[in-house]
């Protein structure tokens, strides 16, 4: 398709080519200008909106619902009256729900704003505005704005009506139709990228036709219209669908005798483009048709009595018309009556929501199917919780990741509202996320899986690394520290990282003198930096990068200009696998102020814990708020006022969020659902000082960390132990636990503090202590600090303040490491964390600095003999490689002891054996004279004997002579 950007300086409220959105490019290029998120090259987001103009929607995403499971049902309007004809559409913020309510006395039409777990949004808006009755809404969406018809009958005779409502203004309602002689029923809308598309039928009762007009975004209405239905009898109920640039409409159409289903294709400008077709031929009556458009092709869904019970039928045309082959067919039961379906699109098939009763009699339910492209129909099941009886008006909308349903509940006189979660296998490993694999987005995870040594729970017992403790090794080459800066680097500061299984990824905020930016870094197991790092320049004053790893690499998260975050997703080798997304978390026009976040990954999403300052007395909230695995955001959840610190883990089934509260900083916790929606009362822990939370899940259950104290809690946060650190933690103690202990880091203004605790948070005697430490003096900051387990070993990395990023090792030994220089099993010196296997040595301190029994000194070879005429040999004393040197014994006397002008010859250099031969004979009169050097990795070694005699060194003039060794 080939598009043309256009821009505009002004926003006008007619169609043409003025943008009538905020994104300045308009229609035709614009295929939805009444949402600013959507138009030509904007990124495509799981929304169920085509962001980015492509005529695909959610290229990318999930786009099909298998297995879907009902998650919370919540009761939207509740009364002693009632309610009838609801109905539900998606929106950029939730789902708006339309129904006919009679509270006040008379049907009227009602609204309800509800974001994606079904919580209000607004107060209850009442739509129609005159005492008289109203019914039959229906709602159409851009995502921002919307339109909703109804049928009123203030002038005596039905008339269709119309509001635009809910973004920048309400309009006033406006009256569609207003012929005195006929009536104005049955209306529908379409979002055609620039307007809406009404269809409706008019006529007196047995003669109706059915009508398209077009109606603007800005609420005005055009006065022509186009007649769709051209036969005798009564044409009723039409259906329309926008498919990016053509209109599909069906209705019910009796001309025949019986009422058959009808299809008819319009251009954008609503001029036709064929005749009518006829879907239809079979006995029994078909009626109130639906219609939505996947891709390349529509499905239109009915109701259908054929078999001699009413039933839910379908049919997959194109976009003339034309059956694609499969014919009708039913996508309910025999056994069931089904009746009231209603469809929407998932962009890769059709979900088909209907009410069914058994033939026997029965409760009725509510039911859900889907629609392959290729009319394959796939049972979904019942969705609704509560056993309904009479139910009626089965709505379904599709969020670009999950349905939702709404229905009435006449027993209850309730309008409720049904989440739906999309099951299925998404790893492919042969088992359900919504039921037994506790980490979908992990094909080795499932239940039964073999349990490794990686720092995960493969078998899904919440266990981590179950068994693997035995395994644990020591750490035989370690440095003290690793930095990981780039050269001229100013600062550094929230370092965080990321455990695959394999690797690290590490994040970090440099301050250079051009100004701050983000590095990310791929690192080994034992922290060595791996590839290059990759720099990205803020974009905002505080970036505060953090990092997720998932099975297919790494998920960076990073603040923008005060409101926003970045998300860029890389792979195991940490390139980039698809353009970044941008989370806004500016809520209703509200510019908040984002502070400090952390966010975690759930295997199919992300639950994101921020501070942000909406303005008003409220002050500094903290919110939660679920996130797609692409980075759609969904409505936010705000806690407390005057909130600080906030953190947020995953258990594998639930999120829980840390942070404090504005009572004297009380710290709280709270669970959430995989869909975001609070679970249970939160857990109030108590009034503590104001240092940061932090909150981790280790398998069995949620382990927090504040102020002096570390504290477990079961999955239902009730308290299993609390322990004392003893010391106050700059920035947040973190923890890394290996399934049988707990090693717990902090940084002070000073140094980095490091403990064990068992798997009862207990201290294990003797362990722990300050494993780097800044000048005496205390002014140096240390502070943002994380740790984690890799299966055999921890990585701690903490911000240095003036320094930059550090790493280091710490070993997983079953015996006490008191020095945590990384090494128990094999540690020469468990109290000196400058001794361990693989230190480097010190020349002539007396200490063995690597742990292999020598001790590396300047010592004297001794016994340098001859064992034959031409093999020197000499004793093996602490040499790990000799050189042997020869010079000329006349030139040493001649040059009273110049060994420069004397040394001639290097018999053997860095030789492992204490021997080598010379089968060279000195002039006659003349003598030669040997002298050997035992080398070390930390000293040269020394060619001096060490003997009272000797008058100087002679290791000067023998390095400097023509003949020394290299």
Known sequence: MKRLLLFSLSVCVSAGAWAIDLDVVAWPLDCNDGNELIFDGAAEVCDGFDNDCDDIVDEGCSRTCPATRPEAERVIRAGSVVPSNVQIVHTT??????????RDGNPEIYLQEVDFAGNPLADLSRVSIHPSSSGDPAVSSTGESRLILWVDERSGRPQVHFTRCCVAFLALEVQLTSDATQD??????????????????????????????????????????????????SARHPAIVFNGASYGVVWQDDRSGRNEIYFRAFDSALAPLGDEVPLTDAPGESTRPQIVWLDDRYVVVWEDDRDGTPGVYALVVDAAGSDLGSGAFAVGTATTDDRGPAVAATGGEALVSWISEPAAGGVEELLLARISPDATVVEAGRVQSSAGS??????????????????????????????????????????????????????SVFPGALETCD???????????????????????????????????????????????????????????????????????????????????????????????????????????????????????????????????????????????????????????????????????????????????????????????????????????????????????QRFSAQGEPVGAAYVIGQFGSTPVRIDWDGRGYVITYDVRIEHLDPQLNRIWRTEMGIEARSGAAFGYNGDRYLL????????????????????????????????????????????????????????????????????????????DGSCLNDCAPDDISRYPGAPEVCNDGEDGNCDGLVADELPVEGLTFADKTMLVWNAVAGERFDLQRGDLSTLRSSGGDFALATTDCLLDDGLQPEASDGAAPAVGGGFIYFVAAATDACPGTYDSGGPAQQMSRDAGVAGSAGACP
């Not at 798997?759 to 800044?774: E, H, K, Q, T, V």
Request: aromatic content about 10%; hydrophobic content about 40%; glycine content about 14%.
């Open 93 to 102: 913020t939730g789902y708006d729900l339309v129904w006919v309510d009679s």
């Open 184 to 233: 104005g029923l049955d209306p529908a809308a379409a979002f055609g990228g620039n307007d809406w598309a009404v269809v409706y039928a008019q006529g007196v009762a047995g003669d109706h036709e059915v009508y398209l007009q077009r109606v603007a975004d800005t609420g005005v209405a055009d006065p022509g219209r186009t007649q769709v239905s051209l036969g005798s009898g």
């Open 390 to 443: 009479a139910l009626s008006d089965a709505g379904v909308a599709w969020s670009g990741s999950s349905p939702a349903l709404a229905f009435v509940d006449p027993a209850a006189s309730e309008v409720r509202f049904v989440d739906g979660l999309c099951c299925g296998d998404l790893d492919g490993d042969g088992f359900d996320r919504c039921e037994t694999d506790c980490d979908d987005g992990r094909a």
């Open 455 to 669: 720092g995960f729970d493969e078998n899904c017992d919440q266990q981590i690394d179950d068994g693997c403790v035995a395994d644990c090794v020591d750490i035989d080459s370690v440095l003290p520290a690793k930095l990981h800066i780039s050269p001229g680097l100013t600062d550094a500061s929230d370092v965080d990282l990321a455990w695959n299984g394999s690797t690290f990824g590490s994040v970090r905020e440099d301050i250079t003198p051009a100004g701050r930016q983000t590095v990310f870094q791929l690192l080994d197991v034992e922290g060595s930096a791996v590839g290059q790092p990759v720099v990205w320049p803020a974009a905002g004053s505080i970036p505060i990068p953090r990092i997720e790893a998932h099975p297919d690499g790494f998920t960076v998260a990073i603040r923008e200009n005060g409101t926003d975050l970045r998300l860029r997703f890389l792979d195991l080798q940490g390139a980039e696998t698809r353009p970044s997304v941008v989370v806004d978390l500016s809520d209703n026009g509200t510019n908040l102020s984002v502070s400090a976040f952390e966010f975690a990954w759930s295997g199919n999403g992300y639950g994101l814990s921020y501070l942000a300052n909406p303005g008003g007395p409220a002050g500094v909230q903290a919110f939660f708020r679920l996130l797609s695995a692409e980075g759609t955001p969904f409505p936010a959840t705000a806690f407390d006022v005057d909130a600080s610190a906030a953190d947020v883990a995953w258990s594998g089934s639930e999120y829980a969020m840390i942070y404090r509260g504005s009572i004297a900083n009380e710290v709280v916790v």
């Open 745 to 820: 880091v902090w940084t002070t203004t000073d140094g980095v503090e490091a403990f064990l605790l068992n798997s009862d948070g207990n201290y294990l005697p003797g362990i722990g202590g300050r494993f780097l430490a800044g000048d005496s003096g205390g002014s140096t900051r240390f502070a943002r600090i994380d740790v984690r387990w890799t299966g055999s070993r921890w990585l701690v990395g903490w911000h240095h303040a003036g320094v930059g990023m550090h790493v280091q090792e710490i070993g997983c030994c079953g015996e006490i490491d008191s020095d945590f």
